[in-house]
């Protein structure tokens, strides 16, 4: 069960995830988490640096999907700016939104990645669903209430995997 929980990959932040890499992986797009994987949580609008790596992403063909569970002020203020696809109250980890961002981007599973800071939600769903998955070091410490709750069932399977030796990153 608790396998279901191992991201494929883990980052310290998006931007050790290079587009060019991804490309010679036979990677076409990427169904992102928003909320503290992108930006901290509690920040409206795209970051310079996320506003260069989306454009980076795009100059080689990646597809993005910012895939959230926040509600739609949230992820449509951050997401058309940078004039990328959205769905907002995704309900992850159900399989639901991913299915339906692969089928918006039409690419095949191993195509695309998930990426974000959650087990729960981000990684859980991301390997329900039969993608690739990448957890991220969340953005700030800080978070909006369900996710604080979320994040102390999260750190004990951290801690299983740690001692498992299933993870090597140091906090
Ligand atoms: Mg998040």
Redesign the pocket.
């Known amino acids: 069960m608790l396998k279901n929980f191992l991201p494929n990959e883990h980052v310290t932040n998006v931007f050790e995830i290079r587009p060019e890499e991804l490309v010679e992986r036979g990677i076409k797009g990427i169904i992102t988490?928003?909320?503290?994987?992108l930006v901290a949580w509690d920040v409206k609008e795209a970051t310079p640096e996320i506003v260069q790596w989306f454009k980076l992403l795009d100059e080689y063909d990646i597809k993005v999907t910012i895939t959230s569970n926040n509600k739609e002020e949230r992820v449509s203020v951050f997401s058309q700016p940078l004039d990328t696809s959205f769905i907002y109250s995704a309900r992850k980890p159900l399989s639901h939104a991913f299915k339906k961002a692969q089928k918006q981007m039409n690419l095949k599973k191993d195509e695309i990645v998930v990426v974000?800071?959650?087990l729960l939600t981000?990684v859980l769903g991301g390997n329900f669903a039969g993608f690739h998955t990448i957890l991220v070091v969340p953005v700030v410490e800080t978070d909006g209430f369900f996710t604080r709750v979320n994040r102390k069932v999260e750190r004990r399977i951290l801690n299983w995997m740690r001692r498992k030796g299933k993870i090597t990153w140091e906090e």
Do not use: A, E, S
Not at 33 to 37: E, F, G, P, V
């Open positions: 988490d928003l909320d503290n994987t974000g800071d959650q981000d």
